[in-house]
């Protein structure tokens, strides 16, 4: 017997697993900007898709601001409650990312910033930044319809350092999402950039590559170094990206990044300062001197900076913009006008600086201006004009590639980045490298003790470069190889940064690590080992993953064995009979083949006849040459490699590595926004219970206020309870506004309340309105039933089925409701409609149901078969002789086969079935 399970349940089960992973295969990537954010999505079979907030923007300015009623608002509604209460707002909330707390030391060890919202708490840079993810969470849910998104790539800044990106991370852990990567925004815009064929190699530079080869061969990819340009909220940096494209297909098969750039003395939030600046000092002026300061004045100065960004943004299409702000302050309006020239004077020392990242990108991937085969602009340069030309003039070109779409360049290559990251999406292959930035390096110590991190008390470390200037990449590997017998610890270093670009550009600790269990591993392989000799070693392997940040991968002893191996050697006979020469006697005889005859018979005549006399003959012989076999015993040395894993400790308490949040921090802060979410869940409850309840008080006391004596509300109340009922919904009205009314749970206890006192009343206008009519169609109905059941038990008393009972009793019944109708109407019309009536409609149409199930029994039973007809009088009297002459052959008792003896019982019972006695149809 087959006890396998069947297989449809297996593969049913196997499909739903399927399908399951496929709705949690969704992911989304970040572009965060300290001004607005932007989310992309993938999702298995449909692609990358930016996704557009709930004013179908496809940008939402990375603001938090709580209202006094402890409701959090998110994007342009945090801005607008902003104005109003500027100490209850975040808005550059991504800045305090890594950031030392204003009274601590500036160090890369520093205690962590945190922010103090006005009367709400303290929040650090990862709760700030985890609350702004979970808003792209929601955005990205809505946009799948409900699906849950768990994993994210996010977007920084190339002059983000490790303990930022360490931070980044952590607030995607806060709200729950899996971080893929943090990912440089000039490298996510890169991506898009190849993804959308616009590094597709060209005539000229298929040709010039081709004039480089000797032998004038057509290659089969073309390079192209293109520069990328981004002026953002906090800062302008430059990248240039060497992107290799295949020739044939003219898709890009790799992205290598060449250098980053940057520098944070221009950026957008400075140019709007500067606008900011002319429109305070035209408000001062409209107000005269001795009023209070517009800088003083934060309200002021927030709309002012609002309005700035506007007028920032008409000015690079236009050459003057007029102001108005309504009742800027004491009831005054801000009338003027801002020119693009006064504007670019303001902000020329900023001008000055934006040539600076590019010059720098170019130096330190050691080309020229002309080896850039396109200058592509993204962020805020393509709209400030006068950024754009000092791009054009520091490279002596006359225009930029504004190719790519600004607004989702860098949120679409990031989501592409994540997909390839994901084990669920099949993407395109593109390979792309990204740069770290800074040497790394590690101290080993020649002979540290058992749990020891520090180096005192031990006689010294062995430096080693892990990754030298210029080849510290992302990602990249690295094994270092050690000769230790003995646990030991390391240290790993980000060395100095030449450059002076890092905030903190001096040697940095990264991380103090433990290797433990060598010599315990080391013995047992020894133990395990034939060699006489061996050679222990430790390796340990280093990774810099996409998002920069470093890891050990793997550690692990090992020790090499020589083995000696012997094998058997089948030797030639030209070589055997030399070395036969040379042998003695006894090692030829030793060496003979086993089970061979010295000589035998070989010959064979040619005559096919002959052969057997030849063999009886036996006088023909020849000798056979001889096979011999030697065992030579060669030895080879072999080395074999015993590998064992060993453990890794971090030491948290030291290092950039160790201002990563522990896990107690980690469930704090997720209890902080918990909490925040819970509140917000509250808040939302009961304003839906707030407005449900007032939205009732309001239409139900207008329906009882205002009902007229043709109302069936009027008529089924009196006026005494009609004026109770308006007077307990106008203190429920007021009651709205006390504190017991910012309980969730009280509101609702009141609804019910209110629901309790004006059901009965409405209930008896319901029953009013449809009780007359329920109970006419209930006797109309009982009637009709009574006449079909009493012609059917006619036709049972004329067919004598025996059944007419059973019609008797649903007739008696049809009787009975008809006279129950009656005494419902004579009872209700008997008692005032201010009371609980008589019978209910639902009464009365549970007896309607009772009734029609009766009369349905009594219609179901079949009645009995017709008699048979008689054959009619008159025949013919052809027919009459056939009968005559049938009759008397039977009587002879001839054999009458041939003969027609009557009609056929069955066609008989057949022809009676289909004529009068067939069913009556009623």
């Known amino acids: 017997m087959d006890m396998r399970p069947p297989a449809f349940p297996i593969l049913a089960f196997l499909l ?47 603001a938090i601001a709580f209202t006094t009623e402890g409701e959090r608002l998110f994007g342009d509604a945090a801005v607008a409650y902003a104005a109003k209460a500027p100490a209850r707002a975040v808005l550059d909330g991504r800045s305090l990312i890594g950031q030392c707390q204003p009274d601590a030391p500036e160090g890369p060890f520093c205690e962590r910033r945190r922010l103090s919202v006005h009367g709400v708490a303290d929040f650090t840079g990862e709760e700030i930044v985890a609350m702004l993810l979970g808003m792209a969470k929601s955005q990205a849910t809505a946009a799948l319809g409900g699906a849950a998104v768990k994993d994210v790539a996010v977007t920084v800044p190339p002059w983000f350092d490790e303990r930022q990106r360490l931070a980044i991370a952590d607030a995607a852990r806060i709200i729950g999402l899996n971080c893929l990567g943090v990912v440089n925004s000039n490298t996510a815009a890169a991506i898009k950039y190849a993804l959308d064929g616009k590094a597709k190699p060209t005539e000229e530079a298929i040709a010039a590559q081709k004039g480089k080869d000797k032998k004038k061969r057509t290659p089969k990819s073309v390079t192209q170094r293109v520069m990328f340009y981004d002026l953002g909220t906090s800062g302008a940096s430059a990248s240039i990206a060497e992107i290799t494209s295949d020739v044939n297909s003219g898709h890009a098969s790799r992205i290598k990044m060449l250098s980053h750039a940057w520098e944070q003395g221009v950026s957008g939030r400075l ?115 006068r950024v754009q030309k000092e791009i054009c003039d520091t490279l002596g070109i006359e225009t930029l590639n504004k190719s790519i779409n600004t607004d989702e360049a860098a949120a679409m290559g990031a989501v592409f980045f994540a997909a390839t990251q994901s084990s669920t999406f099949r993407v395109r292959k593109l390979d792309f490298e990204d740069l770290y930035g800074r040497p790394i390096s590690a101290e080993v110590d020649k002979e540290a003790k058992a749990g020891a991190f520090s180096r005192k008390g031990n006689p010294g470390f062995q430096k080693v470069s892990l990754f030298a200037e210029g080849d510290s990449r992302m990602p990249s590997k690295k094994t270092l190889s050690l000769n230790k017998k ?144 030697k065992t030579k015993t060669e030895k080879s040395t072999q080395t074999v490699v015993l590998r064992s894993a060993l453990s890794i400790e971090y030491d948290g308490a030291e290092g950039m590595f160790g201002m990563q949040m522990s896990g ?117 109905a009982a009637g009709l039933s009574s006449e079909r059941v ?104 001839e054999n009458n086969d041939d003969l027609d003896v009557g009609p056929d019982p069955q066609s008989a019972k057949a022809g009676a079935a289909s004529g009068s006695g067939g069913k009556d149809e009623l």
């Open 271 to 385: 140019l709007d300062d500067v606008v900011v600046d002319r429109l305070a000092d035209a408000f001062d002026k409209q107000r005269g001197p001795a009023a209070t300061p517009s800088r003083q004045i934060p309200r002021v100065m927030m709309r002012l900076r609002k309005e700035a960004q506007k007028a920032k943004e008409v000015l690079s299409a236009n050459m003057e913009r007029f102001v108005s702000i309504g009742s800027l302050y004491d009831d005054l309006d801000l009338k003027t006008t801002l020119y693009r020239a006064d504007f670019e004077s303001d902000a020329s020392p900023m001008f000055d600086l934006v040539g600076g990242p590019v010059r720098m990108a170019l130096s330190r991937a050691e080309l020229k201006a002309a080896d850039l085969d396109a200058v592509v602009p993204f962020g805020g340069v393509t709209r400030t004009p």
């Open 664 to 780: 107690k921090q980690l469930d704090a802060a997720k209890k902080t926004l918990k909490d925040l979410e819970d509140a917000d869940k509250e808040r939302v409850e009961r304003a839906d219970a707030l407005n449900s309840l007032e939205g009732y008080i309001l239409e139900t006391r207008s329906k009882v206020r205002n009902a007229e004596e043709d109302d069936d509300l009027y008529t089924v109340s009196t006026e005494e309870e009609r004026e109770k009922l308006v007077s307990a919904f106008d203190e429920a009205e007021d009651w709205m506004y006390t504190e017991d009314a910012k309980q969730t749970a009280n509101l609702r206890k009141k609804h019910h309340e209110l629901q309790r006192l004006y059901t009965p009343m409405e209930s008896r206008a319901l029953e009013l309105s449809k009780r007359p009519d329920a109970l006419k169609m209930l006797s109309a």
């Open 790 to 893: 009493s012609a059917l038990r006619m036709l049972h008393v004329e067919r004598n089925s025996g059944r007419e009972a059973e019609f008797d009793e649903v007739i008696e019944f049809t009787t009975s409701v008809r006279s129950w109708v009656s005494d419902m109407e004579t009872a209700q019309a008997s008692k005032p409609l201010t009371e609980e009536p008589v019978v209910l409609v639902r009464t009365i149409m549970e007896k309607g149901l009772k009734l029609r199930e009766a009369v349905e029994k009594a219609l179901k039973i079949e009645p009995p078969p017709a008699p048979e007809t008689p054959p009619p009088e008159s025949e013919s009297k052809e027919s009459e002789v056939t009968e005559t002459t049938n009759s008397t052959s039977a009587e002879d008792g």
């Open 16 to 62: 739903l697993l399927i399908a399951l992973s496929t709705c949690n295969a969704n992911l989304m990537a970040v572009d965060l900007g300290m001004g607005y954010l932007k989310v992309a999505i993938a999702r298995p079979g449909k692609g990358l898709e930016l996704v557009t907030n709930e004013q179908s923007k496809r940008k939402t300015p990375a």
């Open 486 to 629: 003995e646990d030991f610890s390391f240290r790993v270093f980000l060395d100095v940064d030449k450059t002076g670009l890092s905030r903190f550009p001096e040697r940095t600790l990264y991380a103090n690590i433990k290797v433990k269990g060598v010599a315990d591993v080391l013995k047992k392989m020894k133990d395990s080992s034939k060699a006489k000799k061996a050679i222990p070693r430790v390796a340990l392997t280093f990774h810099v993953d996409r998002s920069g940040h470093i890891r050990i991968g793997t550690a692990e002893s090992s020790v090499d064995e020589t083995v000696v191996v012997e094998r058997e050697v089948v030797v030639d006979e030209k070589d055997e009979n030399t070395s036969e020469s040379k042998q003695s006697p006894t090692a030829e005889t030793s060496s003979e083949t086993e089970g061979s005859p010295s000589e035998e018979t070989t010959e064979a005549t040619v005559s096919g006849g002959e052969e057997k006399e030849s063999k009886d003959q036996g006088n023909s012989k020849k000798p056979k040459t001889k096979k011999k076999k």
